[in-house]
C-alpha cells in the first residue's frame, strides 16, 4: 500500500516542481514605452534652383545656391546627381539615411540625451 502511494506522489512532485521552474514572461518588460532618439529631416527635389532641406523644428533651408554651384557631368541625371550631393553634404553633419519616396529623401540622426 505504501509502494502504490510513493508511486503516485512522485509524479505528482515531479510536475509541482516543474510548475514552479516554469519561466514566466514579465509583464513589466512589456508595459515599459520604447522612445526614439533620433530627430529627422527630409531633403525635398523640386528642381535644381528650388531644392530644399526640411530641418529638425521646421526650419527650412533652400539649397539651390549651392547645387548651381556644382558642375554637373555630362548625360548624368539632374535629380540623381544633386540629390546625392545633398545627402553627402548632410552625412558629413552626421545624418544617415532611412527611407525616400519619388521626390523625397528621409535621414535621421541621434540625439543625445
Partial sequence: MKTNRLLLALPLLGLAALAA??????????????FSRSEYLTVRWAGRDNTHVIRPGGLVEFIGPELRKLPRPDR???????????????VKEGWEFAGMTPDDIIMRRPVGR
Fill in 21 to 34: 521552474l516554469w519561466p514566466r514572461p514579465t509583464i513589466h518588460a512589456q508595459s515599459t514605452p520604447v
Fill in 76 to 90: 548624368c541625371d539632374d535629380r540623381s546627381f544633386y540629390m546625392n550631393t545633398a545627402m553627402n553634404g548632410l
